[in-house]
């Protein structure tokens, strides 16, 4: 089984945070709302990863201005492909705060949607396990 990094930012401005709509056919949780994020490829420190994986996801427009790491937490969960394989991986996320100085974001074909939503909001969401399992832990989601 294959191992990755994960490096998951809940991303905050003006008391709003970021969700993304995956897509319905691929990844790990499809047709669900998540956190950005991926996963950090060799060589990288874990900072310059969760900024290029934003960057990557969400445009160069985004400003993060402050980074705090959290969290962590790991598990098994299954990746589909655009092609429709399948692939069993244990993943380890690194889960971070993240202040956004703006809203700038031009997202990329990883999602479908993205929403900036306030905390009373988050449960009328179909949010992933993994995504409300760290609302919860942030006291963001009952």
Same mark, same amino acid.
């Given at each position: 089984? &294959?191992? &990755? #990094?994960?490096?998951?930012? /809940?991303?905050?401005?003006?008391?709003?945070?970021?969700?993304?709509?995956? =897509?319905?056919?691929?990844?790990?949780?499809?047709?669900?709302? %998540?956190?950005? *994020?991926?996963?950090? @490829?060799?060589?990288? !420190?874990? @900072?310059?990863?969760?900024?290029?994986?934003?960057?990557?996801?969400? *445009?160069?427009?985004?400003?993060?201005?402050? $980074? !705090?790491?959290? #969290?962590?937490?790991? +598990? $098994?969960?299954?990746? !589909?492909? %655009?092609?429709? #394989?399948?692939? @069993?991986?244990?993943?380890?996320?690194?889960?971070? +705060?993240?202040?956004? %100085?703006? &809203?700038?974001?031009?997202?990329?074909?990883?999602?479908?949607?993205?929403?900036? $939503?306030? =905390?009373?909001?988050?449960?009328?969401? +179909? /949010?992933? @396990?993994? #995504?409300?399992?760290?609302?919860?832990?942030?006291?963001? /989601?009952?």
């Amino acid at each position: 089984m &294959r191992q &990755r #990094t994960i490096l998951c930012p /809940l991303i905050e401005n003006e008391g709003e945070y970021l969700l993304c709509k995956m =897509p319905k056919d691929r990844g790990v949780f499809p047709d669900q709302w %998540a956190l950005s *994020g991926g996963g950090l @490829e060799p060589g990288e !420190t874990i @900072e310059a990863g969760l900024r290029r994986e934003i960057r990557e996801e969400l *445009g160069d427009a985004l400003i993060i201005d402050r $980074v !705090t790491p959290w #969290t962590f937490r790991d +598990d $098994v969960r299954v990746k !589909t492909y %655009a092609d429709g #394989t399948r692939e @069993e991986i244990y993943m380890i996320y690194l889960i971070f +705060d993240c202040h956004a %100085a703006n &809203r700038a974001i031009s997202f990329n074909e990883e999602f479908e949607a993205v929403a900036w $939503v306030k =905390p009373d909001n988050l449960c009328d969401y +179909d /949010l992933n @396990e993994a #995504t409300r399992m760290t609302l919860i832990a942030q006291g963001l /989601l009952k």
